[in-house]
Structure formats: structure tokens, C-alpha cells
């Protein structure tokens, strides 16, 4: 007569085992993922500090030569390529410091409707790129920094963007419990592909073209949604053949930050 409730309990047992081990594998590859990006950050400090300096003096003594010479002078166009480049290096290694930096959050009372209309209005939006808005917030107020996560949301804005190099639509959704605030970025590109969703993360990885990207960009968003206590997560579709193509970044954050 025991024996059916035995093999229940038994089976329960199992699938308790089966959750605890996906947690705890979730964990393990967080751990080893904030590891390596701690690593990833001291090194990095230290190229953008050993940089920075010649840098401007690339940028200054080009700008002197420029001054220098008459504007007819076809070594003009040459030195305007060297400032050009020195500048885009110089950004590189603003993005390098401060994906390296532990920054402190400046955390303050905010609307979150308000941070996401603030963020859309920070984006240069193509005439072939529609965003839709929406809200379903119940409580619009959440303890966080205002200017780190405008560069979150800015930032996937962007990505999503340049995803759509044909044209598509976004959708920027905000949503809420009594203990979280959710922001969903939605796009239909192209998708990301499977091999490269466990790589997003990754400082310096990226799939645009060379003089495109630095690969720091998910990095950052990625440290400072963590640095709030927060979770991001991925969803994506590259295959048509399965079902709509394109990407949803959701940014889940506690309405009251812990220290």
C-alpha cells in the first residue's frame, strides 16, 4: 500500500535535486563570469591608464602641424585621419576606464517612467526604426542611479538599432511588482546567434565590423545592472525558420536597492 506513495516522494525528490542542481550551475557560471570580469577590469585599467598619455600627444602635436600648414596642403586630410583615429582611440579607452572602475552609485528616488522617456529622447532614432513606448507600472518610483542606467537603457536602445540595418521596431515596456521594476528592450533584427549568446557579456567580444565596436558596451550595462543588485537577461532568435527573428534585453531591478 506504501509502495505508490514511495515512488511520488521519490520522484519528488528527483525533480528537487534536478531544480537545486540548475540553480546552483546558474550560480557557479555567475561566479565564474563576475571573476572574470574582475579580472578583466584590472587589466584593462591598466592598458587605458599606459595609453591615455601618448594618446594626447598624438592628438596635440597633430593638431599643432595643422595649424601649421596652409589648408590647400594635402598632408591636412592625412593629419585630420591621425586626429580622426586618435580620438576614437582616445574613446576606446574612456570605455576601458570605465568598465574597469568600481563606480559608486549616486542612488536616488526615482520615476521610472520618466528614466525610460528620458533615455528614448537620448536616442538619435532612423526614419526606417519605429519605438513604441509602453507602461503598466503600478508604482512608478524605484531607488536607483539615475545617469548609469540612462546609459543602460541608451545603450540597448542603440544596439537594438543597429540591428535593424533595413528597418524594424522596437518596444520599450515597463513593468512592476511590489518588489521590482522590469524594463524589457524588444527589437525584430536579426537576431543574435546561438553560439554568441553565452559570449554577450564577454569584455571585448562583438560581432560588428573591425572600427565598429569595442565589445565593451554589454560589459558595462552588465556591471552596473549588477551593481544594482539587479538581474539581466537575453532572449533572442536568429533562424527565421523557428519564428520571428530579434532580441529582448530584460533589466529586472529591486524597487529598494540592498547594500
Not at 66 to 81: S, Y
Request: proline share 5%.
Amino acid at each position: 500500500m506504501c509502495l505508490p506513495y514511495s515512488i511520488e516522494k521519490l520522484h519528488t525528490y528527483i525533480r528537487d535535486l534536478d531544480t537545486s542542481n540548475q540553480k546552483l550551475a546558474s550560480v557557479q557560471e555567475a561566479l565564474r563570469h563576475s571573476e572574470k570580469l574582475a579580472g578583466m577590469g584590472q587589466l584593462s585599467a591598466g592598458i587605458a591608464h599606459e595609453l591615455n598619455n601618448p594618446l594626447g600627444v598624438i592628438t596635440m602635436y597633430s593638431n599643432i602641424l595643422k595649424e601649421e600648414l596652409p589648408q590647400d596642403n594635402p598632408m591636412v586630410r592625412d593629419l585630420d585621419l591621425i586626429v580622426e583615429q586618435a580620438e576614437r582611440c582616445r574613446k576606446i579607452v574612456g570605455g576601458l576606464l570605465n568598465f574597469a572602475r568600481k563606480n559608486q552609485l549616486n542612488v536616488d528616488e526615482t520615476d521610472a517612467l520618466k528614466l525610460a522617456e528620458h533615455s528614448l529622447n537620448s536616442v538619435i532614432v532612423p526614419d526606417h526604426v519605429t519605438i513604441h513606448m509602453s507602461s503598466s507600472l503600478n508604482n512608478p518610483n524605484v531607488m536607483l542611479d539615475f545617469d548609469q542606467m540612462t546609459q543602460v537603457l541608451t545603450n540597448l536602445l542603440k544596439n537594438a538599432i543597429e540591428a535593424m540595418p533595413e528597418g524594424g521596431e522596437i518596444n520599450l515596456l515597463i513593468s512592476d511588482n511590489p518588489d521590482k521594476v522590469i524594463f524589457r528592450v524588444k527589437d525584430n533584427g536579426s537576431g543574435i546567434e546561438k553560439e554568441n549568446m553565452d559570449k554577450l557579456f564577454t569584455p571585448f567580444f562583438t560581432t560588428k565590423g573591425i572600427g565598429k565596436g569595442t565589445g565593451l558596451g554589454l560589459p558595462i550595462i552588465y556591471g552596473i545592472v549588477k551593481m544594482h543588485k539587479g538581474d539581466i537577461q537575453v532572449e533572442s532568435n536568429s533562424n527565421p525558420e523557428k519564428g520571428p527573428t530579434g532580441t529582448t534585453f530584460t533589466i529586472t531591478l529591486p524597487r529598494n536597492r540592498m547594500v
